[in-house]
């Protein structure tokens, strides 16, 4: 790892550990970071964690619906690492005060049973399917005044922060178009549909086996795969009550503290 790479890891591990904000990697002058430079930073802050004692429990794909990626103004997926450090247990707590500026979106959760890597069909894909759940993903970027750059986001985990998963179930025939609705304290403040993810959130799972696989990764047995935000991602504020719930899915839900 080079002398940048290696500043960049410390500093997006200490504004993650510490709540505080740091200007973006690209606007430091002379740091000219590659997209594959980036993910090199993000393995080496996610190896911090691992070195502090969190699992690695599986990946997220990002920007695979078209509403996050307008809101983030971007054409190309990104994924990334998750944690039990960041793990929100259904109906428990998360202390906003952990995060820098936390904002949540809907999501749709799979369970592998069998590994895959690579390029895989759709099919394959399913079939290599556990269970499928409700999920809400918590986003925190480590960065002020943050002007959208996908290298600064890739080194970031791609926003990971914290994640809640409501109950699993069998993977039901149709996934391609489940109603999804985020509510604050019961009032919906987002809605949805599981096709605004690649039109079918299977998709998402090849995807993150392709792109994961190129970077000598997989999806391994037992992992678990956010699929990507269906809607655009919410402010959270201390005080809020937040539930997702999707059709014949059922519901993820946790207190923001
Ligand atoms: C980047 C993370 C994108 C998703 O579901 O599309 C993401 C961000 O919004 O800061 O998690
Ligand atoms: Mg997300």
């Known amino acids: ?5 290696q500043a960049a890891v410390e500093f997006l591990d200490r504004a993650q550990r510490d709540a505080a904000a740091i200007d973006q990697l690209t606007s430091v002058s002379g740091w000219a970071l590659t997209v594959g430079q980036a993910y090199h930073i993000q393995a080496g802050v996610f190896q911090r964690r691992l070195a502090r004692g969190e699992r690695m429990l599986g990946l997220k794909m990002g920007f695979t619906s078209r509403a996050k990626m307008i809101q ?3 054409s190309e997926m990104i994924w990334g690492r998750l944690s039990d450090g960041m793990l929100v247990e259904d109906g428990g707590d998360f202390t906003v005060d952990h995060a820098i500026h936390p904002r949540v979106e809907p999501e749709v959760a799979f369970l ?8 895989v069909s759709v099919a394959e894909a399913l079939d290599a399917v556990e269970a499928t759940a409700p999920a809400l993903e918590i986003v925190n970027s480590r960065y002020r005044n943050f002007k959208f750059s996908l290298v600064d986001v890739v080194a970031d985990n791609c926003s990971a922060c ?5 109950a699993w179930n069998a993977v039901p025939k149709d996934l391609s178009n489940l109603g999804m ?13 599981s096709a605004a993810i690649l039109g079918h959130p299977a998709r998402s799972l090849v995807a993150a086996a392709r792109l994961a696989g190129e970077a000598g990764l997989a999806l391994e047995r037992g992992m678990i795969l956010l699929a990507g935000g269906a809607t655009e991602a919410e402010p959270l504020a201390a005080g809020r ?11 993820a839900e946790f207190y923001a503290r």
Do not use: C, Q
Not at 1 to 5: K, R, T
Not at 112 to 119: D, F, I, K, P, Q
Not at 162 to 166: D, L, R, S, Y
């Open 1 to 5: 790892m080079s002398m940048i790479e």
């Open 72 to 74: 983030m103004g971007v």
């Open 112 to 119: 592998l049973r069998r590994r895959l890597a690579g390029r």
């Open 162 to 166: 914290g994640f809640a998963i409501g």
């Open 181 to 193: 609705v985020l509510s604050f304290d019961g009032k919906p403040v987002r809605i949805g549909s």
């Open 241 to 251: 009550h937040v539930r997702v719930e999707v059709e014949g899915l059922g519901t």
